[in-house]
């Protein structure tokens, strides 16, 4: 229940979807479906479970409740239907008044005040009761459209979240409303507009519940103020409503119908209130009365008044300045003597307060009662509210509030537990009385502690079964604490001050009375003890009878079973031990007077000390009997948990278990297991009837419990594993955890413990969490939990990220690589330097080292431009390394939202030595280009802007925070933008301030911009973006609107970013636009005429981007004839005629550029060959590829650019993907023969003649094929570290690098073998992509230290991409050969590299950066999950399958990185130091692919007595290794101070310290230190830590039964069980079918514990214990002192109580086997008889084995 709402913001939206029905009961049980259309009907309430809605009538006075729902489809045919028909005039008006109501309000024009008036209370709105005129009925909006908006789109229907309460009135309509209601399209008399009265059409519906009676005295604004729903104590619903004009509450009960479908409502109960709110935590309510009482309710039960100590109250001394109270207080009720709640209160300030009247419009109808007291200065309780769990508020008359406390129905577990049961057994009314009953016990005024707790509930439930308490010895001792049984001797609400004989009684009888007298103080003082008067020990000789009339004495039977299984559930939970202790008390109480021996019997023999045999009995009067009612479930043989575990173990059968649903949770689990685990059925835990359990429950129907005795058997259904799966995934399910687990008895949790070992070997890697934490793996639950956390900067990134202490930063400047994650680095490349080696070569922070030697000749200023020319080469380097330094930090940070972001500058000054000068190009000695370093900066924002990890927090805010204040950064900023875009954050960013960046008109940021949103809406064909773009590119605008002057750039980065968006669509518009654009001639006015070559280039990319690999697949391209148009921009030839809509502007040709009709194959041949690549990409289809076929003869060949030779054979090879070999004869292949006959080697020194053959094109087209081969080998191996193609590229980069030397370079041109060799580079370097590798990483050093000649801007750039590539990310990255990678990569990678840093002639610079769109996450980090750092793990990786290679198995050395995931089929963590895991990728990759998002962590946990590769690199060191060697001795070579190197666990290493360490003179506890250590041995190399202390645990026990000191069995029957679990058949056979399994507890342990428990208890039989069994068997008394060690005999034998003996008579057989006849089917154990045969043949030796 919530306050009211404020409703006005949701008119609009709720009264444009009113879609309403309302089904009556009509006549003849027929129900008509209709509109809501009722002005009278407001909501009052609304419920989600059940999905209920409460209205008022205002015209009737009468509540009514519906059931809310969805529309079924049948109801709106007949709705609508009905509709189109036309109905009654007065219906269609309706409709139609509806509609133009809606209509009008829709326009805009909403009335003034909301139809739901919001109320505040319920009085303070003046209520026109009027009945409205029909005119205002007519267009009454249906009130009921307030509700289908209520469950607004993001709710379903049954959550009205919130919209708990509002009232609707439509009445008062404001003169807005009234305008409305008389527009034309609705008059009063129902005429109207045809056109306006189409159907609404409903959403929701109404079914009719309930609705109250009408009675005559009904006062007009009855209207309900509050609503809920509570329960009582027994679970019975109400939904209470309270009236505040009549002071009523008025209840009604409900409950749901059998087949759950509907709620049927009972009868009205009326209370009078003033005010109530639901205690839902302990099923009761609270009310207040008219009279100022708080009132505690239970459904309509009342329970007692509720007292408020320290309320403030005036008191009454001060009556004398104060009027008195005109009525006297005599007249307040006194309270019942019972009804004292919560702390007593003194009767004077008990002031009762009038009703408090809200509304003086009222006062003459509100009716006074009798005893209420006019009181001007008291402060009174004037509401309640806000009611959470037992708290509520009380609403004082002078404005103040309190919280107040209901107390709980019980504090103690013990005493929860007890009720629950008692309750539930009991018929619903008696279970309400008794619960009543003893919650005014319990909260009388001081209360009982939690001690004494118990003690009352004894008393008070003994009282209520008819015990006298006072007179049974066990019970009179108890102590209450100060307050006496209170349900016999009522304390008096107000004592006399005098006292009473009572008390001193009650002092005499205390504990603390006994305590004194018992004090040596007390003796020495010589005090006589004085005796307590009337309590003589006589009066307990004389047997007490019950009293057959109270409350719960016919169920004395009943009540008495479910205590006894709730003992049995205690049994279960080793914590709660006390209580069990004082159970039993009251169990066997209860069991001697209901005369039931074998629960005595059962009772002794588990605590033999606690039950003496015989004890006072109160006799049941045997005329009364006849009225115990005995439930039919009662059974004459105790149940037990133990017996039935123990049965189930031995294979023999046992009758089905009882329980109580609810309470009994513990005992169910332990069955279900049982049987699931050790018979193996499967079904045990499936359905919910199972075989093995009887539910109890409280139908009178007879069940059968004659049911025959199913003998269990061990069934092979499945796989014994997949049995221990079922068991703990199933024990997961019902919530079952370690600390359960932890508290079950050690013989009990065997069998599960059992399961989970066999788990903990080979688990599923997709377990969930709670499952891995039940079976002790760690690592893996800490990868579900991991895997379940919300993006963002999980603690994965805190395990890998190492903080560089700030003190480096400030010494250096920042070079952009500080942030890089070492610790792992340090991993993957252990042995060498080689991270600090990447990072000098690619810092760009640092001034340069300028080199030069000043020969004599030159003068200073000579040098000086010497120097500068020289620091001019070097920058062409600089400026080339942001882009390798992008790939190398890639993804490596998480920036903090309030700083920006750090961008380290582009150093471009050196230093010369010796003397360290500073050398500067600004001085003005010599020329430097303009803007040079323009894109340097670009591409440094860029590099910077990458740093930032995808998973990154960051807000629209910080983007536009990070802009720079000085105008020359703007080009760091502009490539900033891009970054953010290329790692997906640029869609945060508001597109107001894109807006605001584009308008600057600065070329770079525009650049940067459209380059970072199209990249981040990639493939999305967002039509935002697409607009975008479209204004930057003049071809997809309109022809008719004015020419933007776009700078070239940036429309060929529009042009890509058109690529990028509508990637793989194949969007048809988007093709034929691209495709006319690859070939746009160059204007009249000079525009389009400079750099064609990157415009058409980019047209080419995007095109192919947007039909990527469909091949001859375009739909509804067909007419384009794409690939035809593509291969004449390729070869040439005549110009098409000009389609589309841009003709005109291409009528007048260009009057510089003479091109005439023929097509410039110069500037479209690499846009068309890529587009053609692009689109055939991986199709494999012959006939394209042909096209793309190097030329093979000599005139051919003259006609191509040797360059173009590189891109057609990399695109020809693309197309055939899979005929790619990585080797070089493969290369060589590519190369036509022509080529191969005649070109030179370069090695040769004279050049052969030859006239017809011009060698240079040959030898040119020669290496361009040949690296155009290694380049698209570089694409299909991309990021493999394939090692074939590895050695085959390496090959010809050295092949490459030794022509540049060679004396016939220059006729190859060293120009096309720089090329050729970048490109060479560039294939290696993605093949080995984030593998680091050394031979790469060499050849990218060497060409790192060649500068001048023929090396520009352009072959740095390559070759510092390559190093980038081959670090990329710090090693966490690799490429992808997805098809959209491929694409980038191509982008990136274009094979033609800039001249000079601001060229951008042929290829536009800022693409090198799309290489992020290939790059994925695929490094594996193993994170020990104990230490929480990486560690080195082996891994083995199983590739799937393919054409050219069987599936086969890897081993790797984690961290690693994986090879592609579709190419795995799955992942496993090898052992033996590490638990193994698996991944299994054939179900889907999702799983992986999140832990590598999410820095690649994958938790692994070292297993007990290994150490890490680290420490231990070869193995030899670990605790099993060390064994092996003295196998025989292994206890003792076992040092426990050694047990530090092979576990974590703090347990582990405390037992050790404190119970295996040798102290100075231990003599006898020398042994008991062995035993310890040899069992922590076992458990730390079994891996089975948590049998510790089952260990031990059977050890003490032992030990205690030979000092024969066991006062209670449970310990021996918990050893029982263990002993039986592993001679059970089910683990026999586990063990055949996995002989190398460890067996789960020490083989030699076992057989010691029996033989040890046989002797002492044989020993025992021989000193007299023989003459005590005998005494037993023929039910004669029994000496107290052998009571324990006789009950551990009977239950460790399993002997059967004297009742099951053959009756002949135990003397009367003469032989064992006779004996063995007879006791066949006792099934009691052969040896157990045999020591018993001595007694029963009357054979006085004892037989003993």
Not at 872 to 879: A, E, G, I, S
Not at 1149 to 1176: F, H, R, W
Not at 1452 to 1469: C, F, G, R, S
Request: negative net charge.
């Amino acid at each position: 229940m919530f306050g009211p709402l404020n409703m006005d913001c949701c008119l609009n939206e709720a009264l444009l979807h009113m879609k309403y029905l309302q089904v009556h009961p009509g006549l003849f049980g027929s129900s008509r479906v209709q509109y809501v259309v009722d002005h009278a009907m407001k909501i009052v309430f609304l419920n989600t479970d059940p999905s209920i809605v409460m209205t008022y009538d205002a015209v009737q006075n009468v509540h009514s409740v519906w059931t809310l729902r969805r529309v079924k489809s049948e109801e709106e045919n007949v709705v609508l239907k009905f509709s189109e028909q036309g109905g009654t005039p007065q219906n269609v008006a309706t409709s139609s008044s509806l509609t133009a109501h809606l209509r009008s309000l829709s326009k805009g024009d909403s009335p003034v005040t909301s139809p739901f008036q919001n109320y505040s209370s319920i009085h303070s709105q003046s209520r026109s009761t009027s009945s409205p005129s029909l005119h205002s009925r007519s267009p009454s909006i249906s009130n009921m459209a307030a509700l289908s908006r209520a469950h607004s789109p993001a709710l379903g229907v049954h959550s009205f979240s919130g919209v708990q309460r509002f009232n609707i009135s439509s009445h008062n309509q404001s003169p807005k409303r009234h305008s409305i209601s008389h527009s034309p399209n609705s008059n009063s008399n129902g005429s109207f507009l045809a056109p306006e009265t189409e159907p609404i059409v409903p959403e929701l519906c109404i079914d009719h519940l309930w609705t109250e009676t009408i009675t005559n005295i009904r006062e007009k604004n009855s209207q309900a103020s509050k609503v809920f729903i509570t329960s009582d104590l027994c679970g019975q619903k109400f939904l209470c409503f309270l009236v505040e004009s009549q002071l009523h509450l008025r209840c009604v009960k409900f409950q749901e119908s059998n087949d759950k479908t509907q709620l049927i409502f009972g009868s009205v109960t009326n209370i009078p209130a003033k005010d109530a709110a639901p205690v839902e935590k302990i099923d009761t309510m609270l009310v207040l009365e008219g009279s100022g009482n708080l009132v505690l309710y239970t459904g309509v039960v009342r329970v007692g008044k509720v007292f408020i100590p320290g309320l403030p109250a005036p008191s009454l001394t001060m009556s004398n300045t104060m009027p008195r109270p005109s009525t006297p207080l005599d007249g307040v009720s006194t309270p019942k003597p019972l009804s004292k709640l919560l702390g007593s209160l003194d009767e004077v300030v008990l002031l009762s307060p009038v009703p408090e009247l809200r509304d003086s419009s009222k006062l003459h109808d509100s009716l006074y009662n009798e005893d209420c007291t006019f009181q001007q200065l008291g402060t009174y309780i004037h509401s309640i509210r806000d009611p959470v769990h037992n708290r509520v508020t009380l609403e004082l008359s002078n404005g103040s509030m309190v919280r107040i406390t209901i107390p709980e129905i019980a504090t103690s577990e013990l005493v929860q537990t007890c009720l629950q049961a008692i309750k539930f057994i009991l018929p619903k009314e008696i279970a309400v009385q008794m619960l009543v009953k003893w919650y005014n016990v319990h909260s009388a005024p001081g209360g009982p502690s939690y001690h004494s707790e118990w003690n009352l509930f004894v008393t008070c439930l003994m009282n209520m079964m008819g015990y006298n308490t006072d007179r049974l010895a066990w019970t009179r001792n108890f102590d209450f604490e100060g307050s006496l049984s209170p349900v016999i001797a009522p304390k008096k609400a107000r004592p006399s001050e005098t006292g009473s004989d009572d008390d001193w009684e009650y002092l005499l009888n205390s504990d603390y009375h006994q305590n004194v007298e018992s004090h040596l103080l007390n003796r020495s003082l010589c005090l006589s003890p004085s005796e307590a008067s009337q309590m003589k020990d006589e009066d307990f000789s004389q047997n007490l009878s019950l009293d057959s009339s109270t409350l719960l004495f016919t169920h004395i039977p009943a009540i008495f079973f479910v205590l006894h299984l709730v003992y049995e559930e205690l049994k279960l939970n080793t914590l709660m031990g006390e209580g069990i202790c004082s159970l039993v008390e009251l169990l066997v109480q209860l069991a001697r007077d209901l005369k039931l021996g074998p629960y005595v019997d059962h009772y002794y023999r588990d605590y033999p000390t606690l039950v003496r045999t015989t004890g006072q009995v109160c006799t049941i009067d045997p005329g009364q009997t006849g009225f115990m009612h005995h439930p039919s479930f009662f059974t004459s043989e105790p149940p037990s948990i133990y017996q039935w575990v123990s049965s189930c173990l031995k294979g023999e059968g046992m009758p089905p278990y009882p329980y109580l649903p609810g309470i009994c949770e513990r005992s169910r689990l332990v069955v279900l297991s049982i049987a699931l685990y050790i018979l193996g059925d499967e079904s045990s835990v499936s359905d919910e009837s199972s075989q093995y359990l009887t539910r109890i429950t409280i139908a009178l129907q007879k069940l059968q419990v004659e049911q025959e005795e199913n003998r269990f058997s061990f069934r092979h259904s499945t796989s014994v594993s997949s049995l221990a799966e079922r068991l703990v995934v199933w024990m997961t399910n019902v919530g079952f955890t370690l600390r359960d687990l932890e508290t079950l008895p050690f013989g009990i949790a065997l069998p599960i413990r059992d399961a989970i070992y066999h788990c903990r070997e080979q688990p599923a890697s997709d377990w969930p969490e709670a499952v891995c934490l039940l079976i002790g793996r760690q690592d893996l639950s800490k990868q579900a939990c991991e895997g379940n956390l919300p993006k963002g900067k999980s603690s994965v990134t805190q395990v890998l990220s190492s903080d560089v202490p700030s003190g480096t930063e400030t010494e250096e400047e920042d070079d952009g690589m500080n942030d890089m994650n070492h610790e792992v680095m340090s991993l993957i490349w252990s042995e060498d330097l080689r991270v600090q080696d990447v990072r000098r070569l690619l810092q760009s922070a640092h001034p340069v080292r300028v080199n030069v030697v000043q020969y004599p000749e030159l003068s200073d200023h000579e040098f000086i431009e010497e120097k500068e020319n020289r620091l001019l080469q070097l920058c062409q380097r600089t400026m080339a390394l942001p882009v390798g330094r992008g790939m190398f930090t890639l993804f490596s940070y998480h920036p903090v939202p309030t700083e920006p972001l750090p961008i380290p500058k582009l150093n471009l000054t050196g230093r010369a030595p010796p003397r360290n000068t500073t050398v500067d190009l600004n001085s003005g000695n010599i020329d430097v280009p303009p803007n040079m370093t323009s894109w340097a900066s670009f591409h440094n924002g860029v590099a910077a802007g990458l740093k930032i990890a995808p998973a990154s927090q960051i807000d629209s805010a910080w983007i536009v925070y990070n802009k720079p204040k000085h105008a020359e950064l703007a080009n760091e900023y502009a490539g900033f933008l891009m970054a953010l875009g290329l790692n997906g954050h640029l869609t945060k960013l508001a597109t107001l301030n894109i807006h605001d960046y584009l308008t600057k008109g600065h070329e770079m940021t525009s650049i940067g911009l459209l380059l970072g949103v199209s990249a981040a809406k990639l493939g999305t064909m967002d039509m935002s973006i697409t607009r975008l773009l479209s204004i930057h590119i003049p071809a997809l605008l309109p022809p008719t609107s004015t020419e933007l002057d776009v700078p070239h750039n940036v429309q060929v980065a529009a042009v890509v970013g058109i690529g990028l968006v509508y990637q793989g669509t194949a969007h048809r518009h988007t093709a034929e636009v691209l495709l006319a654009e690859i070939g746009r001639p160059p204007g009249p006015e000079m525009e389009y005429c400079t750099d064609r070559e990157s415009y058409s280039l980019a047209a080419g990319l995007a095109l192919g981007m947007v039909c990527l690999g469909h091949g001859s697949n375009l739909i509804g391209m067909s007419d384009l004839n794409v690939p035809e148009q593509l291969y004449q921009y390729m070869v040439g030839g005549h110009r098409r005629f000009q389609t589309g809509m841009h003709r005109e502007k291409h009528k007048s040709p260009s009057y510089q550029i003479k091109e005439g009709d023929t097509i410039n194959v110069d500037v479209t041949c690499p846009g068309a060959t890529l587009a053609l690549a692009m689109i055939y990409l991986k199709t494999n289809n012959r006939s394209i590829a042909d096209w793309l076929r190097a030329p093979d003869t000599m005139y051919l060949l003259d006609f191509v650019k040797p360059e173009f030779l590189l891109l057609r054979t990399l695109a020809r090879c693309l197309i055939l993907w899979d005929d790619i070999l990585p080797n070089s004869k493969w290369v060589d292949s590519n190369v036509p023969q022509i080529i191969r006959e005649n070109s030179i080697s370069l090695s040769e020194i004279e050049l052969p003649c030859s006239e017809d053959l011009n060698l240079e094109t040959l030898s040119q087209a020669h290496v361009y094929i040949i690296a155009g081969a290694c380049l698209s080998l570089g694409f299909r191996f991309a990021g493999s570290e394939n090692l074939s193609a590895f050695n085959c590229l390496h090959k010809f980069a050295k092949d490459f690098m030794t022509y540049l030397s060679a004396p016939n370079a220059s006729v190859t041109g060293p120009y096309n073998l720089e090329t050729c060799l970048s490109v060479v580079l560039l294939s290696l370097a993605m093949v080995m992509a984030g593998s680091g590798n050394l031979k790469v990483l060499q050849l990218c050093r060497f060409l790192h230290m060649k500068t001048g000649g023929e090396m520009n801007y352009g072959f740095h750039l390559a070759h510092h991409m390559a190093l980038g590539l081959l670090f990329l990310g710090g090693g966490r990255y690799s490429l992808s050969t997805s098809n959209s990678s491929i694409a980038a990569l191509l982008c990136a990678l274009y094979p033609h590299f800039p001249a000079h840093s601001t060229d951008n002639r042929y290829h536009l610079q800022a693409l090198r950066h799309l290489y992020v769109l290939a790059a994925e996450p695929r490094l594996l980090v193993p994170v020990d999950v104990d230490t929480n750092t990486p560690c080195y793990a082996l891994l083995e990786v199983t590739y799937k399958g393919t054409q050219w290679y069987e599936q086969t198995k890897e081993e790797l050395m984690a961290p690693t990185l994986l090879p592609e995931l579709h190419l795995l089929k799955q992942i496993k963590v090898k052992g033996p130091r590490y638990w193994e895991l698996l991944i299994d990728l054939s179900k889907g990759t999702q799983h992986l692919k999140s832990i590598l998002s999410k820095d690649g962590v994958l938790y692994v946990k070292l297993r007990a007595g290994q150490l890490s590769y680290k420490e231990d690199p070869m193995g030899w060191q670990s605790l099993l290794a060390q064994t092996v060697a003295n196998r025989n001795s292994e206890a003792r070579a076992f040092k426990p101070e050694t047990i530090s190197a092979f576990t974590s666990d703090p347990a582990l290493l405390s037992f050790a310290e404190y119970f295996c360490k040798p102290t100075v003179n231990m003599g006898q506890k020398q042994e008991i230190l062995d035993l310890f250590s040899s069992v922590l041995y076992e458990c730390v190399t079994q891996e089975t830590p948590e049998m510790l202390p089952a260990y031990i645990a059977m050890d003490q026990a032992i030990r205690r039964l030979g000092r024969r000191e066991m006062s209670e069995t449970s310990e021996l029957w918990q050893i029982k069980l263990v002993l039986e679990f592993f001679s059970s058949r089910s683990h026999q056979e586990r063990l055949q079918n996995h002989p190398k399994r460890g067996l789960f507890m020490n083989s030699e342990f076992l057989p010691v514990v029996k033989c040890t428990i046989d002797n002492t208890l044989d020993q025992w039989l021989q000193v007299g214990g023989d003459m005590c069994v005998h005494a037993y068997l023929s039910g004669q008394p029994l000496e107290e002192s052998q009571l324990s060690m006789l009950a551990c005999f009977l239950v460790y034998h399993s002997v059967p109580a004297p009742r099951h003996l053959p009756p002949i008579g135990l003397e009367g057989s003469t032989s064992f086997a006779e004996l063995l006849f007879k006791f066949k089917q006792l099934k009691m154990p052969v040896r157990a008889l045999l020591r018993l045969a001595p007694l029963l043949l009357g054979n006085p030796q004892p037989m003993v084995m």
